[in-house]
């Protein structure tokens, strides 16, 4: 049921990883039809319609986060992530298709669900104070002052920024500010956490900090992760699953079970056989994908 | 050495114009220009207790009633009309035409229709210094950040929490830069509105001055309304430093960037 073209180069990785839709055209990623699923996406769709005529830039996605999993999202540049998951957050209405979360359809932005964007320095509120920019959304939610307190200053810890509530959020570093952010998410304390290309605009060396403090949370609070990149490297350290996007309009690519010890070291992780193996295949997916090859293409001429 | 410094850079030109304007003045006295020292001694002995009470406070009274209501009205207004679309396209061009209308112009019409009193010159204040604040806030509230929205979206604020931590804080540098404009119309507003039918106030005082051909009162009165629209201009910039404080430390991060 793999496409052809991933089978020669890469037989490490013979497990299916695309099922087919009952049409036999559109791969899906993983489904699971009898557990509840956290976050359910199906058959996404999202056209824009512009003054110069439609530009269709989801085509048809369809898959299923569970509870505690962290995936990862990548794909081709301009390949709709950001769309999915603005649609997914319930800030965009899909042009068809439905995403649910505990089986209720998303109409708009859900309580359980915390979103962290790519541009930090806009994401934060530039006149409340760092601690300001986490109390916040408790405020918001009617949270006693005691316990907000109390949230807060265990979200700064767990981002190790417990030295700097009283700053503005625009005096830290870029690396700092995203911390900020996803504290305030941690507090928040949500279900699912979305997160679009955090790192994309961090140096190198904070990221790979950043990615561990992912990880951390993440296996700490139990929440479920839907972690969107155009890193491959990233996405293979940090997710248990990497779901590969084509380009646009953008349906699944793949979706690829990432079989590396739970414990991840950015050294140890990064050198293993394993983690080549995943990186090499996630790669010439992502290669295929910019050059145009399209699943259905090959499930068609099947 | 700083603080002289800025106090040298403060003081510096008006010394000058003073010594220009003593030079001047030093041979014949022309009726119509008094000589600084004149000017001084009319001064203090023009704006006594008694006419602070009759005329100054009154004036003042007006113009800070006039400056909040403007403020007031124009931030609300705005909001609004910078919240909705439909809003926007209904108002906008009615707005854009009572905007054109030089307020002085509807004193007459405003006397026949509330009278001479306070309410009237409140009024014409109001009428013109509404303006830049209602504009500045529309305009706050439309150049408001996506990423900022789509995040206060995803957090699930409430309305009122939206307008309070979100929408007002956003459009602030620019509610501030309307207020700054405001000040300086309804101040004119304000001497305008007085000069019409009054009994007292700067206004009137300056025009009683002048009709009377009491020439030193007169400048004196000018000075006077000068000083006040420096102390305006001060308090103004102390409640922008404390309310805008994190908006100039912001752009000062951005431009040495």
């Known amino acids: ?86 649609c997914i957050s319930g800030l965009m209405a899909p042009s068809a298709g439905e995403v ?30 760092v601690a300001e920019n986490v109390e916040l959304p408790l405020k918001n939610q009617g949270m006693e002052k005691s316990a907000r307190k109390e949230a807060v200053e265990q979200a700064l810890e767990a981002v190790g920024l417990a030295h700097v509530p009283k700053s503005y959020p625009w005096q830290l570093s870029g690396g700092m500010q995203q911390r900020v952010a996803i504290a305030r998410a941690v507090a928040y304390q949500p279900e699912v956490l979305l997160m679009d290309e955090p790192f994309a605009a961090v ?23 839907l972690f969107v990149t155009h890193d491959i490297d990233e996405s293979v350290y940090l997710g248990e699953r990497v779901i590969i996007l084509s380009s646009s309009p953008t349906i699944i690519q793949e979706d690829v079970l990432v079989d590396l010890p739970a414990e991840r070291d950015q050294l140890e992780t990064r050198s293993s056989q394993r ?10 997916q992502i290669q295929l994908a910019k050059k145009g090859f399209r699943p259905e293409d090959a499930a068609a001429m099947r | ?92 061009p009615t707005l854009e035409f009572f905007r054109a209308i ?19 010159k409140v009024s014409v204040i109001v009428l013109g210094a509404v303006w830049p604040i209602l504009l500045n806030t529309i305009e706050g509230v439309r150049s408001m950040d996506e990423v900022l ?35 300086s119309i309804a101040l004119i507003l304000m ?25 030193p009162e007169m400048w004196s009165g000018i000075v006077l309304l000068g000083l006040i629209g420096v102390v305006l201009s001060f308090i103004f910039q102390l409640a922008e430093r404390w309310i805008l404080g994190w908006y100039h430390g912001l752009r000062e991060i951005e431009q040495s960037a």
């Not at chain 2, 039918?197 to 300056?206: H, K, N, Q, V």
């Open chain 2, 149 to 183: 929205a789509d995040t206060s979206r995803t957090y699930g604020m409430t309305k009122i929490n939206s307008i309070r931590y979100l929408i007002l804080p956003s459009a602030m540098p620019q509610i501030m830069a309307g207020i700054r404009q405001s000040l």
């Open chain 1, 100 to 129: 649910t979360l505990h089986g209720q359809k998303v109409t708009g932005p859900p309580k359980s669900m915390a979103v962290v964007f790519q541009e930090y320095g806009r994401s934060l509120f530039p006149w409340l104070r």
């Open chain 1, 203 to 225: 140096d190198a060396q904070t990221r790979a900090d950043l990615e561990d403090l992912v990880r951390g949370i993440w296996k700490k609070l139990g929440v479920s992760v």
């Open chain 1, 1 to 86: 049921m793999t496409s052809a073209h991933s089978q020669p180069t890469n037989p490490v990785i013979s497990q299916s990883s695309v099922q087919d839709t009952p049409d036999g055209r559109i791969p899906v990623g993983r489904t699971m039809p009898d557990e509840q699923p956290m976050l359910s996406v199906r058959n996404l769709k999202k056209v824009y319609h512009t003054d110069g005529g439609d530009i269709e830039a989801v085509r048809n996605l369809t898959f299923d986060l569970p509870k505690g999993q962290l995936a990862c999202l990548v794909g081709p540049s301009g390949s709709g992530k950001t769309t999915l998951l603005k």
């Open chain 2, 102 to 120: 030089p307020p002085t112009v509807l004193i007459p019409v405003l006397m026949l229709l509330i009278g001479i009193g306070d309410e009237m």
């Open chain 2, 191 to 215: 001497v305008i509105s007085e000069m019409f039918a009054s009994t007292e106030g700067l206004g009137f005082a300056i025009v009683q001055f002048q009709r009377s051909f009491a020439i």
């Open chain 1, 275 to 284: 983690f080549a193996e995943l990186r090499h295949h996630v790669y010439e």
């Open chain 2, 1 to 92: 050495m700083t603080y002289i410094r800025s106090f040298l850079n403060i003081v510096a030109l008006p010394l000058i114009l003073l010594f220009i304007w003593f030079l001047a003045t030093l041979g014949e006295a022309s009726f119509f220009v008094p000589t600084p020292q004149l000017l001084v001694e009319t001064f203090i002995n023009t704006w006594t207790a008694d006419r602070f009470v009759g005329d100054v406070f009154p004036s003042l009274g007006r113009l800070i009633a006039g400056i909040a209501l403007s403020i007031l009205i124009g931030i609300v207004g705005g909001l609004l009309i910078g919240s909705f679309r439909w809003l926007r396209a209904l108002l906008e």
